[in-house]
């Protein structure tokens, strides 16, 4: 079964350095989404990407972050200078026609 | 904005018993509504989704959700759990303006044998 993958799977930065976090879609899918879910607290979306631009962005996704899909397979999340709030599980997800695959996440410890 | 609330943060039932896990939401229009499971260690899964037509969704391994608009509710609900049904189970509705799901604050289900 196809599925969305993502790495690292857990990350350790300091706070003010860049990440990138990365992730491989769905091969045949056209919608792409970051969310995070910070401990404790509920799933929140960030922004979803199609058809090579962002399509829709929360408030949370501000000027410190980024998507982009550099080639035909991968799409990456990047957070310019971390914060220590910026801690959280962060998951991409991928769909077709209205059902959202999500990868395992990649848990992201600022420190 | 939507809000989807999940009255339910933790349920313990013993295997064999009935669930069900209430959800609400805020907003009155048109609404595609999903319930989403994760299993301790892995990723979220589809369980079922509503997006017209018969308000008694059916999903995978036995779950079913009904939405009753009136009540803007899409409650989920399983005769009898298994000690496997051990999960956290999130409600979720699309946006407004496009696909992106606005999620429950989520609840933790533990099946004891």
């Known amino acids: 079964e196809p599925e969305v993958t993502q790495t690292p799977s857990h990350q350790v930065t300091q706070m003010g350095q860049e990440v990138i976090l990365r992730c491989v879609p769905i091969s045949n899918h056209l919608y792409f989404y970051w969310y995070r879910q910070i401990l404790g607290q509920k799933v929140e979306f960030l922004v979803s990407f199609y058809n090579n631009e962002i399509s829709e962005k929360s408030e949370i996704f501000d000027d410190q972050f980024s998507v982009e899909r550099p080639d035909g397979s991968n799409f990456t999340l990047k957070i310019r200078s971390t914060k220590l709030e910026d801690s959280a599980m962060y998951f991409c997800?991928?769909?077709?026609?209205?059902?959202?695959?999500f990868g395992q996440g990649t848990r992201l410890t600022v420190v | 904005a939507q809000s989807v609330s999940q009255h339910n943060h933790h349920v313990i039932l013993s295997e064999a018993a009935s669930l069900e896990l209430g959800c609400n939401y805020s907003y009155g229009g048109t609404v595609n509504l999903f319930w989403y499971v994760q299993y301790p260690g892995q990723h979220l899964q589809l369980l079922l989704k509503?997006?017209?037509?018969?308000?008694l969704v059916k999903g995978i391994k036995g779950f079913e959700a009904e939405f009753i608009k009136s009540k803007f509710s899409f409650n989920l609900r399983k005769p009898s759990v298994q000690w496997s049904d051990t999960a956290e189970y999130f409600c979720a509705v699309t946006s407004l303006s496009g696909y992106a799901l606005n999620f429950g604050k989520g609840t933790s289900l533990l099946v004891t044998p």
């Open positions: 509503y997006f017209s037509g018969d308000p």
């Open positions: 997800a991928s769909d077709r026609n209205t059902e959202a695959f």
